[in-house]
Nanobody, 117 residues
Framework: QVQLVESGGGLVQAGGSLRLSCVAS????????MGWYRQPPGKQRELVAVITTTDGTPNYVDSVKDRFTISRDNAKNTVYLQMNGLKPEDTAVYYC??????????WGQGTQVTVSS
């Protein structure tokens, strides 16, 4: 059973930074992509950033470009999301996602990020 464990969420003031981590119980090469999604209060879950596990190509939703950076450390089976310039609208539960070789989703338990104004 694949496990994804997130950490690094918390409460931060607007303009601050946080780094989220997601540790997988298996090699990242078991997946096509790793990504971060978020679900703001009362809203649907949305994609934030995704990275290919082979060559590390990142992609971002427009609202976080130039503020967030996704990266991976294959040796540590870990994906990171560095979040700078946080805004109150970034407040959400952030979920780590892995897409298997058959494009099935695997999810972490989520970590809360709260940005105060």
């Amino acid at each position: 059973q694949v496990q994804l464990v997130e950490s690094g969420g918390g409460l931060v003031q607007a303009g601050g930074s946080l780094r989220l981590s997601c540790v997988a119980s298996v090699s990242l090469y078991s997946f096509n992509t790793m990504g971060w999604y978020r679900q703001p209060p009362g809203k649907q879950r949305e994609l934030v950033a995704v990275i290919t596990t082979t060559d590390g190509t990142p992609n971002y939703v427009d609202s976080v470009k130039d503020r967030f950076t996704i990266s991976r450390d294959n040796a540590k089976n870990t994906v990171y999301l560095q979040m700078n310039g946080l805004k109150p609208e970034d407040t959400a539960v952030y979920y780590c996602n892995a897409k298997t070789m058959t494009w099935r989703d695997r999810w972490g338990q989520g970590t809360q990020v709260t940005v105060s104004s």
